[in-house]
C-alpha cells in the first residue's frame, strides 16, 4: 500500500490507473469505514481512502482541535483490507489559500436536521467532497448509510454537476447490540456505552410502529424524544421523514419510503443513527 500526503504524490500514484474507486474518511477508523474499502475494491481498478479531518465542516463550538488523528493506526487497518492507496493531506495541502469557493447545497436540503443544528455543515461536506473526488478523479466513491443525510447530499451533488462518479451507499454496520458504528463512540465512557444502544433501539421502536399502520408521526416523535429525555439523554430529533427529499411525510399518503433519523447527546457525545422503514 502506498501513503501519500501531496497532490503531485496523489497524481503520480495514480497515474496508471483509469477508475479509481475511493473512500473518504475523516480517520480515526472502525470495522465500517473498512467495509467501505472492502465494498470499493470491486468498483474500480484502484482502491484509494482519503484521510483529512476537515475543518469546514466543524461548528465553532465542535471538537475539531480534539478530533483523534491516528494515522499510523488507520494505515495498518487499510493495509490489511486491501486498500491499494492512502492520500492524507495537510490542512495547507488541500487549502493552500483560504477557501474562497465553496459549494452551497440547496436549503430544502441543507438546512434541515443535521443543517439546523450544525449550520454550514454541509457546504464544509459538499465542499471537501467535491474537492477530494477532483483530486482523487475517483469514478466510484463510497459512504456510509449511518451519514444518511451527508449521503444524499452528495448523491445530489454529483448529479446535479453532471459528474461521471458512482455514489455507492453501504449499510450501517453495528456492533452486537445494535449501536451504529461511528469514531465518536469512542469518546463515550462504560457506563455511557452502554446506554447508548437506546438510540437505536429507539428508532427501531418508531420504525416497527410506523410499519404497523401507524401515521400519527409527531406523537410517535414526541413519545420517542420523551424516552431518550428520561434516560438522560439530550435529543436534538427524532423523526420520520420520506426517504426521497428528506421532507415530513403526509399521513394521507401511505406507502411512501420512510426513513426515521435521531440525533441526540449523551454526556457530551453526540450521536447520530437511522433506519429505512
Same mark, same amino acid.
Given at each position: 500500500?502506498?501513503? *501519500?500526503?501531496?497532490?503531485?504524490? !496523489? ?17 480515526? +477508523? ?25 475543518? +469546514? ?9 480534539? %478530533? $483523534?488523528?491516528? !494515522? ?5 487497518? !487499510? ?13 495547507? #495541502?488541500? %487549502?493552500?489559500? $483560504?477557501?474562497?469557493? &465553496? *459549494?452551497?447545497p440547496p436549503v430544502e436540503l441543507? =438546512?434541515?436536521? #443535521? ?13 471537501? *467532497?467535491?474537492?477530494? +473526488? ?53 469518546? &463515550?465512557?462504560?457506563? #455511557? ?9 429507539? !428508532? ?16 410517535? #416523535? ?5 424516552? &431518550?429525555? =428520561? ?28 426513513? *426515521? ?5 449523551l454526556g457530551t457525545t453526540r450521536?447520530?443513527?437511522? &433506519?429505512?422503514?
Amino acid at each position: 500500500m502506498k501513503i *501519500v500526503h501531496t497532490l503531485p504524490e !496523489l497524481r503520480a500514484a495514480l497515474a496508471a490507473y483509469r477508475h479509481p474507486a475511493v473512500v473518504p474518511t475523516m480517520g480515526n +477508523l472502525h470495522a465500517g469505514h473498512i467495509a467501505l474499502v472492502k465494498a470499493a475494491k470491486p468498483l474500480g481498478d484502484v482502491t484509494l481512502a482519503t484521510i483529512f479531518v476537515n475543518r +469546514l465542516q466543524f461548528g465553532p463550538k465542535e471538537d475539531f482541535a480534539t %478530533y $483523534p488523528r491516528t !494515522l499510523e493506526a488507520d494505515c495498518a487497518q !487499510l493495509a490489511q483490507a486491501g486498500c491499494d492507496i492512502v492520500f492524507a493531506p495537510s490542512e495547507a #495541502e488541500l %487549502y493552500p489559500q $483560504p477557501q474562497g469557493f &465553496l *459549494v452551497q447545497p440547496p436549503v430544502e436540503l441543507a =438546512n434541515i436536521l #443535521e443543517g439546523e443544528f450544525r449550520p454550514g455543515f454541509f457546504t464544509g461536506v459538499a465542499t471537501i *467532497v467535491m474537492k477530494l +473526488l477532483s483530486c482523487t478523479q475517483a469514478r466510484s466513491a463510497v459512504f456510509g448509510k449511518k451519514d444518511y443525510q451527508q449521503l444524499m447530499v452528495v448523491r445530489q451533488m454529483v448529479q446535479q454537476f453532471a459528474m461521471p462518479i458512482n455514489i455507492v451507499g453501504l449499510d450501517t454496520l453495528r456492533t452486537d447490540d445494535g449501536l451504529a458504528m461511528s469514531s465518536r463512540n469512542g469518546y &463515550l465512557n462504560a457506563s #455511557e456505552r452502554q446506554q447508548a444502544v437506546l438510540l437505536s433501539q429507539t !428508532l427501531k421502536a418508531l420504525a416497527n410502529a410506523i410499519r404497523s399502520g401507524r401515521t400519527d408521526y409527531a406523537a410517535l #416523535e414526541a413519545d420517542a424524544m420523551a424516552t &431518550l429525555r =428520561n434516560a438522560g439523554w439530550q435529543p436534538d430529533y427524532v423523526v420520520a421523514r420520506r426517504r426521497v427529499d428528506l421532507q415530513v411525510p403526509q399521513p394521507d399518503h401511505p406507502g411512501e419510503a420512510l426513513v *426515521v433519523l435521531a440525533a441526540a447527546k449523551l454526556g457530551t457525545t453526540r450521536l447520530i443513527d437511522n &433506519l429505512e422503514v
